[in-house]
């Protein structure tokens, strides 16, 4: 138990000659925004998501089966936007993922406009998960995460895809030295996992309880403070910003 602690506060306070640098952090903060906008696409757009496009795989084959509450054109429509945010993504991880704090600023900066055009959305449109507007929000916030998965791909810090963690849980059980692994890094692995559900969490209860716009509004500031962090740590040019040979 304490090695997985230590491992978990080394993951969220990483010591200063880490490796990866601030970046396993700032990455838990950006899985947390990936829990407070899926929450809020899920449960104010409708089924679907804009960031686990795992979920909207699924959505689209339920709906091509005639099953009730799931949108083919809300799935596609969620699966296309991210796949063009994550071309995004990836160009300016081509451009300047060399330097890994500038990549992180300028997508967050990317992702912060997207999701401030989705508060002004839902601020102005009395019915956000209704007509054009639903698949204008899709698409924004597909677009946003799109090019968030991009980023953490390039930036390649262990166990922290912001999104994926289906084999995050997995690595937990199966690197597990009671199987013979090498030993499964369940803290780190753990605060990932967690850092989703409490993102997802506060965004249920935002949207559920107080308004729908809180739980995008939330994810935005967490984005503004992500790009500030990113910016002062970076600045004076740290070994971790460089890409790892």
């Keep these: 138990m304490s090695s997985i602690l230590a491992d978990a506060w080394q993951t969220i306070a990483p010591k200063r000659e880490d490796r990866d640098g601030p970046l396993a952090p700032l990455l838990l903060a950006l899985t947390v925004v990936t ?62 993922g060399h330097d890994r704090g ?59 895809t912001t999104t994926v963690l289906t084999l995050t849980i997995t690595g937990i059980s199966a690197d597990s030295r009671l199987v013979g692994g090498a030993g499964s890094k369940a803290g780190r692995r753990l605060v990932s996992a967690l850092s989703m559900f409490v993102g997802a969490l506060v965004g249920a209860l935002l949207v559920l309880k107080v308004s729908r716009i809180g739980a995008v509004l939330v994810a935005l500031c967490v984005l503004g403070a992500i790009v500030v962090v990113a910016t002062v740590v970076s600045r004076s040019n740290p070994p971790w910003v460089h890409r790892p040979a």
């Design 102 to 160: 500038r990549l992180v600023v300028v997508v967050g900066v990317l992702e912060a406009l997207l999701v401030a055009v989705s508060v002004v959305v839902v601020t102005v449109v009395r019915v956000p998960g209704a007509g054009a507007a639903r698949y204008v929000l899709i698409v924004i916030l597909s677009l946003a995460m799109g090019a968030q998965n991009a980023s953490a791909r390039s930036l390649a810090v262990p166990d922290l």
């Design 35 to 96: 829990g407070l906008v899926d929450a809020f696409s899920y449960l104010s757009l409708g089924h679907v998501f804009v960031a686990n496009m795992t979920g909207n795989v699924v959505f689209l084959a339920f709906a091509l089966a005639g099953a009730r509450g799931f949108s083919l054109l809300a799935s596609l429509a969620a699966l296309g936007a991210f796949s063009a945010g994550a071309l995004v993504g990836g160009r300016l991880a081509v451009s300047i």
